[in-house]
Structures are given as C-alpha cells and as structure tokens.
T-cell receptor, first 110, second 110 residues
Framework: DAGVTQSPTHLIKTRGQHVTLRCSPI?????VSWYQQVLGQGPQFIFQYYEKEERGRGNFPDRFSARQFPNYSSELNVNALLLGDSALYLCASRLKAEAFFGQGTRLTVV | QKEVEQDPGPLSVPEGAIVSLNCTYS??????FMWYRQYSRKGPELLMY????GNKEDGRFTAQVDKSSKYISLFIRDSQPSDSATYLC??????????FGAGTTVTVRA
C-alpha cells in the first residue's frame, strides 16, 4: 500500500508569492493534518481536516489556509510568503490515533 | 513552559549500547503517546504508539509511559549505526493534533 504522498518535494519561492502544497493520505484514511517543521524544532500543528471539514487550526496567521477534497486529498495554501515561512511542511494521515507522515515538502522563501 | 519538553542532545553512543530517550509533558489529559524517527530532511517515521500508561515492546524498541509523572521514555537496545537519527516524541488528547517535543539527535558510533 502507498503511504502518504506529498508534492512537490522541494520548492523555492520569492517573498510575497503564493504557494500550494498537496497531500494524498493513505487509502482509507479520512483525516489529514498539516504541520510546519522549522530546522531544529519539532513539527507544529497547522490544520486538521476530517471528512472535508476543518476540525482544528493551530496558531498560524490567516495567510495559511487548507482544504480537503472528496477523495480525502488535501491542499495547503500560503499567501504573501515571508522568509520565516521557510520550513519543511508535513502532511499526516490518520485512521485512528496513530499518525503517519509523508516525506514533506521543503519550502525555501528567498 | 512548553507543553512537551525533550532534551535535544546531541546523544552519542557506541554501537551495541542502549539508547535512552525521554520526554516530559504538562497536559495530564494526553492519552496517546508516539515516538517517531526522523532522518535528515525526511518525514517522521512512526516507531512506537502507546495508549495510556504502561510498557510496549517491539523488537529492539521499548516505550514506557508513566502518566502519574507525566514522563515517557523510549529505549533502543543493541543500537546500530542505522539508528542514527533524530527521535521525536509526540502526544495527543485523541485523534486531534499532535504536540511534539523538539527532538533528540542520536549518533551511534561504529
């Protein structure tokens, strides 16, 4: 079975631009969460979606938004990129309490 | 005070030694506890998952949860150079967001 897949794997953007990151969960998993991991720190929760509805949001500005599609895949959008948005963005797929992560998208803002 | 505290290390041990990792937490409502292994620039890989207090063993890995002390541990027996990675503890109330420690960097010397 395929695990959690994320695309793209790497991305370089300029300050002020917009970015869209994509995630496909493990087959049968209806919950998708997004995390931001800055170098040297643990992942920080951004959003959780379940059955296409937002279940929770972390302490991130409104520049961050997400959605989940009928096939349970998800997109994370970030507007007006700042240098501080440079990080590894992780998607997690959950069936119950265990969370499985994708390989992440490394975003560099220059 | 951070919700989850984890000593970032680094921790260096000789091959074959026992690696001992631990985290403390402040939220007594946490019920689900996980340990992840993360290689450089990769997504976290779920190693161990435990619910509530007690011990769980899986091969060379043993996870312990002491809810009365708000303390969790991971032990790696017969450590190998391939165990060199960053180890992240994570916990959650239910199937909602995960709260992570900062991660401990481990090097196993051949």
């Amino acid at each position: 079975d395929a695990g959690v897949t994320q695309s793209p794997t790497h991305l370089i953007k300029t300050r002020g631009q917009h970015v869209t990151l994509r995630c496909s969960p493990i087959s049968g998993h209806k919950s998708v969460s997004w995390y931001q991991q800055v170098l040297g720190q643990g992942p920080q929760f951004i959003f959780q979606y379940y059955e296409k509805e937002e279940r929770g949001r972390g302490n991130f500005p409104d520049r961050f938004s997400a959605r989940q599609f009928p096939n349970y895949s998800s997109e994370l959008n970030v507007n007006a990129l700042l240098l501080g948005d440079s990080a590894l963005y992780l998607c997690a797929s959950r069936l119950k309490a265990e969370a499985f992560f994708g390989q992440g998208t490394r975003l560099t803002v220059v | 005070q951070k919700e989850v505290e984890q000593d970032p290390g680094p921790l260096s041990v000789p091959e074959g030694a026992i690696v001992s990792l631990n985290c403390t937490y402040s939220n007594s409502a946490f019920q689900y506890f996980m340990w992840y292994r993360q290689y450089s620039r990769k997504g976290p890989e779920l190693l161990m998952y435990t619910y509530s207090s007690g011990n769980k063993e899986d091969g060379r890995f043993t996870a312990q949860v002491d809810k009365s002390s708000k303390y969790i541990s991971l032990f790696i027996r017969d450590s190998q150079p391939s165990d060199s990675a960053t180890y992240l503890c994570a916990m959650s109330l239910n199937d909602y967001k995960l709260s992570f420690g900062a991660g401990t960097t481990v090097t196993v010397r051949a």
